[in-house]
């Protein structure tokens, strides 16, 4: 796989092969970070380098940003704004460094919940979207996006008695609707990318649905 960096660099060719980009989408108690940790173990007893990560967050700077995302008062843009300058740290300090090296790189949470909450949810327009998706990513994106499809009552249930609520889980029904709605969206759109989980199964029903995928994934890509 060749990609073209945010500045526009050839980051690894045919000789010098990348490990994977993978992210794990949803909305709020979907099981994402469940799976996650089981997903680590599985790579590690195949034999591969694997990192955990998470957005907004996983730099030192990206989660202040993830502080003031979560808690703070701000308007859309900045919203948004913020989302991709914590993912532009994350990219050049966690991610590209990563894949260059040959690792799987495991992500909560990707560019893809930017189209869904700030684009589907919270009105701004996809294009400008996609306008900081290719400024900051270049030609990167997810090699596979695992889908957390899941009822949203249904997700709120599993995580009701987590405490005080941050800034997006206290929004109603009808935002998550429109933030479902946008990964359904994006799953059609990028169907090479996504792969949907039922998210109501049991966590070893969604691990094994996980896992057969990362089969076909290895088998296809190699080592
Ligand atoms: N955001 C993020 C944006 O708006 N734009 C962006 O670009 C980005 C990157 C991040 C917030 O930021 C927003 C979206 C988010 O609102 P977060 O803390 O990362 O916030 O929020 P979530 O990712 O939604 O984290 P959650 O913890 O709510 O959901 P998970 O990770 O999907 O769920 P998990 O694994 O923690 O599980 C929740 C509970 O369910 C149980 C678990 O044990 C746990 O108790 N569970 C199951 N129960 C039954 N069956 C299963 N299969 C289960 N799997 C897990």
Not at 85 to 114: M, N, Q, Y
Request: proline share 2%; glycine share 8%.
């Amino acid at each position: 796989m060749n990609v073209i960096d945010n500045k526009g660099e050839m980051m690894a060719d045919v000789d010098h092969p990348m490990g994977m980009f993978i992210t794990f989408e949803g909305t709020e108690g979907a099981g994402k970070t469940t799976q996650i940790n089981r997903v680590k173990t599985f790579l590690e007893a195949e034999g591969f380098e694997v990192v955990t990560t998470r957005e907004p967050g996983g730099t030192a700077l990206g989660e202040k940003i993830r502080g003031l995302l979560l808690q703070d008062d701000m308007t859309q843009m900045t919203e948004l704004l913020l989302m991709f300058a914590a993912r532009a740290e994350h990219l050049d300090k966690v991610i590209i460094p990563a894949i260059s090296a040959g690792k799987w790189v495991l992500c909560d949470r990707f560019t893809e919940s930017s189209y869904a909450y700030q684009g589907y949810a919270r009105g701004i327009s996809l294009e400008k979207i996609a306008v900081l998706e290719n400024l900051i990513q270049g030609s990167l994106r997810p090699d596979c996006t695992f889908w957390f499809d899941i009822p949203i009552i249904e997700g709120m249930k599993r995580v009701q008695n987590r405490g005080e609520k941050d800034r997006f889980e206290v929004e109603n029904l009808a935002f998550f609707e429109a933030v479902s709605e946008g990964f359904r969206s994006l799953s059609k759109e990028r169907f090479l990318q996504f792969y949907k989980i039922d998210a109501l199964l049991s966590v070893d029903e969604v691990s094994d649905s996980i896992y057969q995928r990362l089969r076909e994934l290895i088998a296809q890509y190699g080592r």
